[in-house]
């Protein structure tokens, strides 16, 4: 079983931990078992894991691995500089609370 080397390395964001650089399938997977927050757990990191052990045993290529990867990340909101998938956005209230406010003014 080999190392399988991303393309370019995922910068993350990880709560009580800070800055972590994941540049390999086994650094993921790794990342993934230790350092994931507890709340982010589920369907996207379990995949990710899935396809980095796919990764390292030849079943898929480092690109597929590192996408699972970087959409869990996403998903969990621990990419730098974008927010977490799902999560409200201050425009989406802002439209909405303005929305309540013209209908009272009626």
Do not use: Y
């Not at 990342?31 to 757990?41: D, F, I, K, S, T």
């Not at 409200?88 to 303005?98: C, E, K």
Request: a positive charge; aromatic letters at 6%.
């Amino acid at each position: 079983m080999n190392d399988v080397a991303f393309s370019e390395p995922i910068i993350l964001h990880l709560p009580g931990i800070g800055c972590r650089k994941v540049a390999t399938s086994f650094e993921a997977i790794e990342c993934l078992q230790n350092e994931w927050p507890q709340w982010a757990r589920g369907r996207s990191s379990r995949s990710a894991q899935s396809a980095c052990r796919d990764a390292l045993d030849g079943w898929r290529g480092a690109k597929a691995a590192r996408r699972s990867f970087v959409k869990a990340a996403d998903r969990a909101g621990l990419l730098p500089g974008r927010p977490r998938a799902g999560a409200p956005t201050l425009h989406g209230q802002a439209s909405s609370d303005a929305n309540q406010v013209a209908a009272g003014a009626q």
